[in-house]
Structure formats: structure tokens, C-alpha cells
């Protein structure tokens, strides 16, 4: 043991420090297949006959209705067992051939890919089996997802309860799997990839393995932070055996490690592991998990790293690997549609029935989404965002999708701003949780000296480990405010479309002094905080009738400070006077916008790709407003036409010729000043403006 956690040691070091492949070279040859399915398998071994009713030519039936050109499927599902003839695993016990070869046969025989799903993070036999795999927390408990390892046989079991395994090198878990893929990489001659699951359960582990690495590496067991970066790279590490594994016998097939392409603080995404992916894979179920408007920044950020992307949800109304639960046609195509407009290919979750039969109406609905893929699919993936204005990642989520939102409703398409893209914009928005280091800090601040244009909210330009700003904004910090709430005065700026009275915020500012800046707003503070002892009306006190001496924004040459949390208010509580605001910020400032589209409703959406290769520029715009019909859950139901939009474009290039997707008909247009003007031809539900250069 000691051996290889010494081994293990040297290896994230090489990961850590000198990495051994570059993400160009992480990068698949061949463009990823635009119309997916991810097709669920997990069955229990106390449902018989599985897959007894698989019909080859019925299965390659609902792939060709579905027009289905991907499909991943199962060699291995979280109940622990193969689906096919396994010597390392244990095969389901009431499956009597070999599902997973005939699903294989099946998709080559009509040209579809078919990468292979492969259980990690659960896998009930391997947990039963081996409990020393099962992660453990600090006090040496087991960890689990929902999961009540005291309840009675009969009790009711919770939805999506596992027991958590730890796949990190030293362990036999790990080897284990390596065993599993070696096996179907030797058993299969053809495979397209793999697909691996469930690395986002818990930030980390306490095994004997796990636990004796990180006391090897001196990391203190008290600081969690600590841990989980440890477990992070140890999970890295056991991504790139497995990537070279696969490399060995299939050097063209893609993998990808699912969770670790999410945007979040947490050591999984902070210290990289979506860079062991061949591609990017954008896991989500927009009615009722991250909702309609997750996909856009996610996307941005692996489309700017030059990561291939396919963004995922499924024909599920509600959650992954329900049976029986249907999202109605439309929604999947409005979903595959905005797939395609933010450049990512499109795939849809299904769960096939343990009998091995494929649900016709299921395919049936896909097919009728991809229909529309079909005449739009070359016109996205493919494409790199293209904006001049950007958004720094605070990496918290309420701050960063607050901007997200904002941006995506005021139809201003951005980018994923950092260090190496900063000198190609013109505007830069810092949401409100700091993160900045004194080198960042410094960097945009010779960019704003030059020219550049800042929004700032809240602390987004501190220190991360001082209470001061790194960045001139004309004020100082003096503390937090006393008050659970406030109030916002304008003065004689920022006012379209926002009241002249005091306006509440449902969070308090931050208090700061003005040094060199300009106050566009001042603070008015209440009467006291809602307390037991004092109190008045139904909710917050109201306001004093004088301005505090804090302002509540402030211009300082090219930047835009709110002393207000802004873009978390907005998450929070969705009030269109911070969104105007912000909007009339951007405004103030007068970058010269690269897009600018008016008379297009609220709940439009709007992104512009590059696609180099083929000389040309898609807007594309997207209408359908997700309705909440119930608690927690969206649905997509009404088509409108959208008529009236009115297009800004303003480019470098000479623009050749426009016309508009899927029509192919030429829009007209005409120049003025440089700028491009047109109007969008009446659409539904989606359109797109194809600019040639």
C-alpha cells in the first residue's frame, strides 16, 4: 500500500505541475454527433428477463423515427452489474446474452455512434461487496445519497439513494474499474468511447487509501479544504489511467468524465478535471434542475477553452430516469434549438425498459425536435461565442447567473472573461463575491487604464484576503451595513424606466466612501431593522426622509461601482429595477455594442457564434417563455411569432452576404456608419441570421 501511495504522490505531482498533455491535444479529431440520446439502464436484479424482449431492428427502428445519429449505452449501470459476458464484474443475473455487443451491432450496422456508459460513483454490488470502497466521512461513517443504511427492508426508499464508492488510485476500487474497462476494451474491437458517471457526490473521502494519501501529503485532516483539493487531484489521476487506458486500444474514442464540467466552488471544477474530457458534456434537466438559462454561461466557458460541447437534457418531465414521465415535443425542440443557437450538439436522456424494449413514443417526440436539428445543425456546433463584453466568474453561483440573467434578458451576449481574453473586450462586468488575486487586480486595472470599461457590484473588486478594493473605483471600504435592508435614490442619472422615489433592496450595500468618484446614487437608510422589540407595518421599516452618507453607486471615469449586491439580488428575488439599472449602466458607459437587438421580448435570447471554418457569423434568437405550472418544475408550452426585432450589428469584417436559417432566404439590410441594421423576418419559437464573410 505504502509503495503505491508513494506512487500516487509522484503522479499528482506530475498532473499538478507538469502536465503531461495539453488541452489541444485533449481535443477529438472528428465533430461530435449532433443528435444524442444518453440511454439509461439501471435494473435490479429482482426484475427477471432482462432484455429478453431486445428486437435488433426494433431498437435500430427508434433510432432512425428518433433520427438519432449518437446513442450512449450501458455496459455497466449503478445496481453493479455488466450487461454483458464479464470474467472482472458480475454479469445481471437474470440477462441471458449479450445486451450490450447486440446494442453494439445494432447501431453499426445503420452508422451510429454508440459510446459506452459505465457506472463509478454508485454501484450498490460493488458497495455490498467491498465496503472499504465506500467513502467515508470524517468520523468514519459511511457516505451515502439519500440513503438510510438503518432502515428496515420495507421502509420506503428515498429517489436517486446510493452508497458513495471512492474510485481514487491506491485503492481497489480503482483498479477494479481499470480491470472492468480493460476487459470491454479487449472484448469489443470497435468502440466510439465511454462515458463515466457520478464523480460530483461528495467533495471528498476518508477511506484507508484516501486517508493515508493525504496524510502522506501533510494535509492537515481538519481542514477541509484541504481535503478536497487532495481528493480532487486524486480523482484527476484517476481520470488520466483511465483516458490512457482507453488510448491504448481505442486512440480515437472519446471520453468523458460527467460532473466535472460544471461551473462551481468546488475542487472538482477549481482544479480542472473537465481537462481529462475529450469533450464537454453540459448535464442538465432545465425543468426543474438549473432551469432554462444554466446552459449559456457553461456553454461560454467550455466553447472559449476550445472544448467541443454537447449540452444535455431529457425527454423526463421532471427527473433523470423516470419511467413513464414525457416532456411534450415542443419543449424538446425548443431545448435542442437553443442547443444548437448557444454551439453545442443536442442529446436527450431516455431510460430503456428492462425488458430491452425501446418506447416508440419516446423516439417519436425526439424525432420530432430533431427534424428541426436537422436543418439548423451546421449553423452552431462548430461556433465560438464572439462578444466584447465579459463576465468574470466569482464562482458563486446566485452572484454569477444573477449577471447571467440580467445579461441574457437585456439580449447583451457575452463571454467568459480571464486574463488571457481581457485585452478583446471592451467591457468587463466583476459580480459581487470577491475572488480577484493581487495579479488579476493589477491586470484589469492597467486594462481599464487603457481604455477599458468595468461594472463592478459589491465586492467583486476586493481582495480576496484584504478588505480593500484592487481596483480604482473612487471609493473606499469603510464595513458592512447594520442593516438587514435599504434604499436606493437616484440622482440625475441611470433614471429610464426607474422610479425617482427610494426603491428597496431586499439585501443592505456594503458601506463605502467616496474618494474620486462620482455618486449616480445615493443610500437611504430605515428607521431601524424589523426586530421583535421594534417594528412597523407588515415587513422592512420604512426610510428615512435624508440620504445616508453612502452611495449607492458610483461612476469613476470607465467604471460603474453598485455598493449593492445587484446581480444576487436579482437571482434572488428577480425585481426588474436592478436589471434596468444595470442595463442603464452598461448604457452610461457606451461600449460599442457588436450586437444590440431591440423589440424582442424579455424572455428572447440571443447568442452570435463564429464559425471560422466555414467564413461566417450566426445570430441566432430563440423565443419561448418557460412557464412555472408547478411547484419547482418548468414547462415550455407556447409558441408565439415574434415579429418587429430590430438588429445592430457592428463588425471589423466586410460582411458578403445575410441570410436567414432554416429558410435560406436572404434577409435585407443596409449600412450605416459601419453599422449593419436589419430587421428579423417574422420567426417561431427560433431563427437564425447568417452573416458571411
Given at each position: ?188 474491437e470497435d468502440l466510439d468511447g465511454f462515458w463515466f458517471d457520478i464523480y460530483h457526490i461528495k467533495p471528498f473521502s476518508l477511506t484507508t487509501y484516501s486517508k493515508e494519501r493525504m496524510m502522506s501529503e501533510g494535509v492537515d485532516l481538519n481542514d477541509k479544504k484541504a481535503m478536497e483539493k487532495s481528493f480532487a487531484l486524486a480523482l484527476k489521476a484517476h481520470m488520466k489511467d483511465l483516458r490512457d487506458l482507453v488510448a491504448k486500444y481505442h486512440p480515437k474514442a472519446t471520453v468523458f468524465f460527467n460532473s466535472a464540467t460544471h461551473i462551481a466552488n468546488k475542487s472538482i471544477f477549481k482544479e480542472a478535471l ?165 495579479n488579476e487586480s493589477e491586470t484589469i486595472q492597467k486594462w481599464v487604464n487603457n481604455g477599458g470599461k468595468l461594472i463592478v457590484f459589491g465586492k467583486g473588486a476586493m481582495l480576496t484576503n484584504k478588505d480593500i478594493f484592487g481596483i480604482d473605483l473612487g471609493v473606499n471600504y469603510e464595513s458592512e451595513s447594520p442593516f438587514d435592508f435599504d434604499f436606493t435614490v437616484l440622482k440625475n442619472a441611470l433614471e429610464e424606466d426607474v422610479v425617482k422615489t427610494p426603491f428597496v433592496n431586499y439585501d443592505a450595500a456594503i458601506r463605502v466612501n467616496l474618494s474620486s468618484g462620482i455618486p449616480l446614487a445615493m443610500i ?170
Open positions: 500500500m505504502k509503495k503505491s501511495i508513494n506512487q500516487l504522490l509522484l503522479y499528482l505531482l506530475l498532473i499538478n505541475f507538469s502536465y503531461t498533455f495539453s488541452q489541444s491535444q485533449l481535443s477529438i479529431e472528428e465533430p461530435l454527433s449532433t443528435r444524442q440520446v444518453h440511454l439509461d439502464f439501471h435494473t435490479s436484479e429482482y426484475i427477471p428477463e432482462i432484455g429478453a424482449k431486445f428486437d435488433k431492428k426494433q431498437f435500430q427502428e427508434a433510432l432512425k423515427v428518433g433520427k438519432v445519429n449518437h446513442i450512449n449505452i450501458f455496459s455497466k449501470g449503478h445496481h453493479g452489474y455488466s450487461y454483458y459476458p464479464t470474467k472482472v464484474g458480475t454479469s445481471h443475473p437474470e440477462l441471458k446474452f449479450d445486451l450490450l455487443g447486440s446494442q453494439l451491432e445494432a447501431c453499426k450496422e445503420i452508422g451510429v455512434k454508440c459510446p459506452l456508459y459505465f457506472a463509478v460513483g454508485w454501484s450498490v454490488l460493488d458497495a455490498e461487496q467491498n465496503p472499504d470502497w465506500v467513502m467515508k466521512d470524517i468520523d468514519g461513517s459511511m457516505l451515502t445519497a439519500n440513503l438510510d443504511v438503518n432502515a428496515k427492508p420495507d421502509e420506503i426508499r428515498p429517489n436517486y439513494s446510493w452508497k458513495c464508492l471512492d474510485p481514487t488510485p491506491g485503492g481497489g476500487y480503482h483498479e477494479f474499474i481499470l480491470k472492468n474497462v480493460k476487459e470491454i476494451c479487449e472484448r469489443y473537465y481537462e481529462m474530457n475529450t469533450h464537454a458534456e453540459l448535464e442538465d434537466l432545465p425543468t426543474t434542475w438549473g432551469g432554462y438559462d444554466k446552459l449559456p454561461l457553461e456553454a461560454k466557458f467550455h466553447l472559449g477553452k476550445g472544448t467541443p460541447i454537447v449540452a444535455m437534457s431529457g425527454k423526463f418531465h421532471k427527473a433523470w430516469g423516470e419511467f413513464g414521465g414525457f416532456k411534450h415535443p415542443d419543449a424538446i425542440k425548443y431545448e435542442a434549438a437553443a442547443m444548437i443557437s448557444f454551439g453545442a450538439s443536442c442529446n436527450f436522456g431516455d431510460q430503456l425498459h428492462p425488458s430491452g424494449m425501446m418506447d416508440m413514443e419516446t423516439y417519436k417526440n425526439i424525432g420530432k425536435a430533431y427534424d428541426y436539428v436537422e436543418k439548423i445543425e451546421d449553423y452552431g456546433p462548430g461556433g465560438t461565442p464572439v462578444s466584447n463584453l465579459g463576465v468574470w466568474l466569482s464562482l458563486k453561483h446566485e452572484a454569477d447567473q444573477g449577471v447571467v440573467n440580467m445579461l441574457l434578458q437585456l439580449h447583451q451576449d457575452f463571454v467568459v472573461a480571464d486574463l488571457d481574453n481581457l485585452n478583446n473586450l471592451e467591457m468587463l462586468i466583476l459580480p459581487s463575491h470577491r475572488n480577484l488575486s493581487t437611504r437608510e430605515p428607521y431601524f431593522n424589523r426586530t421583535y422589540e421594534k417594528y412597523s407595518s407588515h415587513r422592512e421599516t420604512p426610510y428615512l426622509l435624508e440620504d445616508s452618507k453612502y452611495p449607492a453607486i458610483v461612476q469613476n471615469g470607465n467604471t460603474i461601482f453598485f455598493s449593492h449586491s445587484i446581480d444576487q439580488l436579482y437571482f434572488n428575488h428577480g425585481m426588474r429595477i436592478h436589471r434596468q439599472l444595470f442595463g442603464n449602466a452598461i448604457n452610461r458607459l457606451n461600449p460599442k455594442h457588436m450586437i444590440k437587438v431591440d423589440n424582442l421580448p424579455s424572455s428572447g435570447r440571443i447568442s452570435f457564434l463564429d464559425q471560422k471554418n466555414e467564413d461566417r457569423y450566426v445570430l441566432h434568437l430563440l423565443y419561448s417563455s418557460p412557464i412555472l405550472r408547478a411547484d419547482k418544475v418548468q414547462v415550455i408550452e407556447d409558441f408565439i411569432p415574434i415579429s418587429g426585432a430590430e438588429v445592430e450589428i457592428n463588425l471589423d469584417k466586410k460582411i458578403k452576404k445575410i441570410y436567414q436559417i432554416p429558410s435560406m432566404n436572404p434577409v435585407d439590410f443596409k449600412v450605416l456608419n459601419g453599422i449593419i441594421k436589419l430587421e428579423v423576418p417574422e420567426f417561431l419559437m427560433h431563427t437564425g441570421i447568417v452573416l458571411e464573410y
